[in-house]
């Protein structure tokens, strides 16, 4: 299957700060990325869409002056934090369609703690 | 709106049993339901997934069946194993309409004990 990278996969930062996870699909070009967060023992909730070449799309409720999406390239995503609190603490996670096909890659996710 | 529904919340099998997780969906605008199985820290990873022209899919130990008239699908775990102790996720979506955005099942979580 296609495999999709994140980094870094833990990030600790103060209160105030910002912080940039990337998304990276390593042997597969990807017009659109989705952005999830994940808390404990709950399942995923998508907080945008990430589209190359244009602005991202987000869900609603979720704050895009805060959450920052850059499709920079067809292989690359990145999701800015910022001025991060301890309520965005979470696990953020990445993934991407493979081209034409209808499967979907997730990344291993990046565990974000705001002290 | 929760558009697919999952059931159990948990799981408890034996070793070498079967278990077995159910989800129902309400938008009929869907057209793929893939299966994520994840460990605690990681990314989910794509399990199987089916298409609504098949009523059944088997790879290895894993099976979907789906019934497209109860816009119901299952997972299936056969001979469940220690290893497969994980959380899963039914999920649906319609790339077919040019979209492919999951929706996710809230997750089961399985223990499968010796």
């Known amino acids: 299957g296609a495999v999709v990278s994140q980094h870094p996969s833990r990030v600790i930062c103060k209160s105030g700060t910002s912080v940039k996870i990337e998304c990276r699909s390593l042997d597969f070009q990807a017009t659109t990325m989705f952005w999830y967060r994940q808390f404990p023992k709950q399942s995923l909730m998508l907080m945008a869409t990430?589209?190359?070449?244009?602005?991202?799309?987000?869900e609603q409720g979720v704050e895009k002056d805060k959450f920052l999406i850059n499709h920079a390239s067809l292989t690359l995503s990145t999701l800015t934090v910022t001025s991060a609190h301890p309520e965005d603490s979470s696990f953020y996670i990445c993934?991407?369609?493979?081209?034409?096909?209808?499967?979907?890659?997730f990344g291993p996710g990046t565990r974000l703690t705001v002290t | 709106q929760q558009q697919v529904k999952q059931s159990p919340q948990s799981l408890i099998v034996q070793k070498g049993g079967i278990s077995i997780i159910n989800c129902a969906y309400e938008n009929t605008a869907f057209d793929y339901f893939p299966w994520y199985q994840q460990f605690p820290g990681k990314g989910p990873a794509l399990l199987i997934a089916i298409r609504p022209d098949v009523s059944e899919k088997k790879e290895g130990r894993f099976t979907i069946s789906f019934n497209k008239s109860a816009k119901q699908f299952s997972l299936h775990i056969m001979d469940s194993q220690p290893g497969d102790s994980a959380t899963y996720f039914c999920?649906?979506?319609?790339?077919?309409?040019?979209?492919?955005?999951?929706?996710f099942g809230k997750g089961t979580k399985l223990s499968v004990i010796p």
């Open positions: 999920a649906a979506s319609s790339p077919g309409a040019g979209s492919y955005q999951l929706t």
């Open positions: 993934s991407a369609p493979a081209g034409s096909s209808y499967e979907q890659y």
């Open positions: 990430s589209n190359e070449g244009s602005k991202a799309t987000y």
